[in-house]
T-cell receptor
Framework: KAGVTQTPRYLIKTRGQQVTLSCSPI?????VSWYQQTPGQGLQFLFEYFSETQRNKGNFPGRFSGRQFSNSRSEMNVSTLELGDSALYLCASSSEMYRGRTEAFFGQGTRLTVV | AQKVTQAQTEISVVEKEDVTLDCVYETRDTTYYLFWYKQPPSGELVFLIRRNSFDEQNEISGRYSWNFQKSTSSFNFTITASQVVDSAVYFC?????????????FGQGTRLTINP
């Protein structure tokens, strides 16, 4: 069974630009969550999508957005990039069947550097 | 509000030593889930264990064991006879019952270095 796939693995962008990151969950998983990891703030929840609907949202500005497609693949977008957006962005997929009784499987992440 | 505290930022031991990683959590939920993840240098978070709040049985998996104590809100992780391959950053995480694995609150992580 293929794992969670995130593309691209590395990205360098300039301040003010926007960026789109992609995540393909494990086959059969309908929930996709996104996390931001930085040395200062650690791992922070961005949002979760299930069946193309945003179900949970973390405490991030509106510049961070996402969407999910009918095949459960998800994208997250960051507009008007700031230096502080430099981070490892991790995507996780999980089975919906038993919510908390399941684990989240993570991809290898996209390392975004804003210069 | 939910919170996870991993007080140990870095631990360094010599191979074959036993090592315990501490995790203390805070939640008002009576039903919740606790997790441990390992993050090797490659970046992905590797799932190690899930524990439900109503199941305080300790668990052992090979060299890994977990001690869950609701009375002290702790979920500690012990590696017995550590190996160099155990070197990684380890995260403890918590989720509320209705948020599930889809929304995790992570501790700051413990960087474990096993020296040969």
């Amino acid at each position: 069974k293929a794992g969670v796939t995130q593309t691209p693995r590395y990205l360098i962008k300039t301040r003010g630009q926007q960026v789109t990151l992609s995540c393909s969950p494990i086959s059969g998983h309908r929930s996709v969550s996104w996390y931001q990891q930085t040395p200062g703030q650690g791992l922070q929840f961005l949002f979760e999508y299930f069946s193309e609907t945003q179900r949970n949202k973390g405490n991030f500005p509106g510049r961070f957005s996402g969407r999910q497609f009918s095949n459960s693949r998800s994208e997250m977008n960051v507009s008007t990039l700031e230096l502080g957006d430099s981070a490892l962005y991790l995507c996780a997929s999980s089975s919906e069947m038993y919510r908390g009784r399941t684990e989240a499987f993570f991809g290898q992440g996209t390392r975004l550097t804003v210069v | 509000a939910q919170k996870v505290t991993q007080a140990q930022t870095e631990i360094s031991v010599v191979e074959k030593e036993d090592v315990t990683l501490d995790c203390v959590y805070e939640t008002r939920d009576t039903t919740y889930y606790l997790f441990w993840y390992k993050q090797p240098p490659s970046g992905e978070l590797v799932f190690l264990i899930r524990r439900n709040s109503f199941d305080e049985q300790n668990e052992i998996s090979g060299r890994y064991s977990w001690n869950f104590q609701k009375s002290t809100s702790s979920f500690n992780f012990t590696i017995t006879a550590s190996q160099v391959v155990d070197s990684a950053v380890y995260f403890c995480a918590l989720s509320a019952r209705f948020q599930g694995a889809q929304k995790l609150v992570f501790g700051q992580g413990t960087r474990l270095t096993i020296n040969p």
